[in-house]
């Protein structure tokens, strides 16, 4: 496989979400703020949930990707929760 295609260095959102969960969890709010930041603009971007993203920018699965969409909205949940 070429590189940037694919698992082979495509840019994952639902992944990323999951690591932004991590910091939640412990405690680095400020740091998912900022991590998260990139991941909502990117969703905005493209005007859907997709799978992944290529390293060119360009949004690449399936637009409606409830991978994404379920983790990138829990992280968010999570950091409006510890807003409170």
């Known amino acids: 496989m070429d590189p940037g295609n694919y698992q082979n260095g495509g840019q994952w959102t639902w992944f990323g979400a999951r690591m932004i969960q991590g910091l939640i969890s412990h405690g680095e709010i400020a740091q998912a703020f900022q991590e998260i930041k990139p991941m909502v603009a990117e969703v905005l971007r493209a005007g859907g949930f997709y799978e992944w993203t290529s390293?060119?920018?360009?949004?690449?699965?399936?637009?409606?990707?409830?991978?994404t969409a379920g983790e990138l909205g829990l992280a968010i949940e999570q950091l409006l929760g510890s807003a409170r």
């Open 55 to 67: 390293l060119s920018g360009q949004p690449r699965g399936s637009g409606a990707y409830r991978g």
